[in-house]
């Protein structure tokens, strides 16, 4: 067997309740770790989808049939006495990892619903314990990270065609600027004299992504980005629409060392923006030549 024996503690004092040094510190590690596990190797993939089973996937080395995982509120610690678990109708927390079969997996299903009716708030955190003894966050000392699915924001209420993607701007408090170009369905004629009667975008080939090649402007703070008002760059039908920054600005090494300390000379490059866009002109779908534009703002 080990040699030794891993405990872990989540917060143990520097002192004791009277003030005087701690001189046993066996009370306050209280969860015992098995040496043989390897707990940095943990990682998650959360599926829960209205409508579907809630399901998350751990993968990792050492896990058995008594593995147990919780879901607490960002704002708790994994293996804190203040933790708060979520309460979600219809599903079961803790719950416990579908038996394997074999003593020892390095993946573990969990099944938290058989069908979602409410999903999980964006940002919850997961918590792992080996061998839980109760339903209480202390139980679960592991916090296990996984990708978390920020909900998508509609920069465009209305179908667009071709989208790309360009960063502008990133200051050192962690914002970004972004520019959008995409393809503005709404823009193309609905009559031709060659479609009279017909709609006029199936005139252009793979009218799908087709659009007059427009652009939005996306500030972006966190997992929100508010998108600025749509313009046209080119009042053609185009598609196959690209783009490359050029300058863009970046912030002041100075900047990111002080944060908000420093003054704002210290928050970005001074440079005007400058990017390159890409697309096909399709107003003749017979030739669609390729075209090149630069775009300039400040």
């Not at 943990?42 to 809630?54: H, I």
Request: aromatic share 8%.
């Amino acid at each position: 067997g080990a040699s030794h024996r891993l405990c872990w503690a989540h917060d143990p004092p520097d002192a004791e309740f009277d003030g005087s040094p701690v001189t046993d510190f066996g009370p306050h590690y209280r969860v015992e770790i098995d040496p043989d596990f390897i707990w940095i190797r943990f990682t998650a993939v959360v599926d829960c989808v209205l409508g579907r089973p809630c399901m998350i996937t751990l993968y990792g080395i050492g896990m058995g049939p008594t593995n147990q995982i919780l879901l607490i509120t960002s704002s708790g610690r994994c293996g804190s006495p203040t933790a708060v678990p979520l309460n979600i109708a219809g599903l079961t927390n803790p719950t416990q990892v579908v038996d394997p079969g074999i003593p020892s997996s390095s993946v573990g299903v969990y099944l938290l619903a058989a069908l979602t009716l409410v999903e999980p708030p964006v940002g919850f955190r997961l918590c792992w314990g080996p061998d839980p003894k109760s339903a209480s966050p202390i139980s679960f000392p592991l916090e296990v990270y996984y990708p978390i699915p920020y909900r998508p924001i509609v920069f465009f209420p209305a179908r667009i065609g071709d989208m790309s993607l360009v960063l502008l701007e990133s200051d050192r408090l962690g914002g970004h600027r972004a520019l959008v170009l995409f393809g503005d369905t709404t823009r193309l004629p609905t009559r031709t004299s060659g479609f009279s009667v017909l709609d006029a975008r199936s005139d252009y080939d793979c009218c799908n992504n087709t659009g007059v090649a427009s652009s939005i402007v996306l500030d972006i703070q966190g997992d929100i980005a508010r998108p600025s008002g749509a313009r046209v760059f080119h009042d053609r039908a185009a598609m196959d629409v690209s783009a490359a920054a050029l300058s863009a600005r970046g912030p002041h090494v100075q900047g990111v060392q002080c944060g908000e300390a420093c003054g704002s000379e210290f928050t970005s490059a001074p440079t005007d923006y400058a990017v390159a866009a890409g697309f096909r002109d399709v107003l003749n779908p017979e030739r669609a030549p390729g075209a090149v534009m630069l775009l300039h703002g400040q």
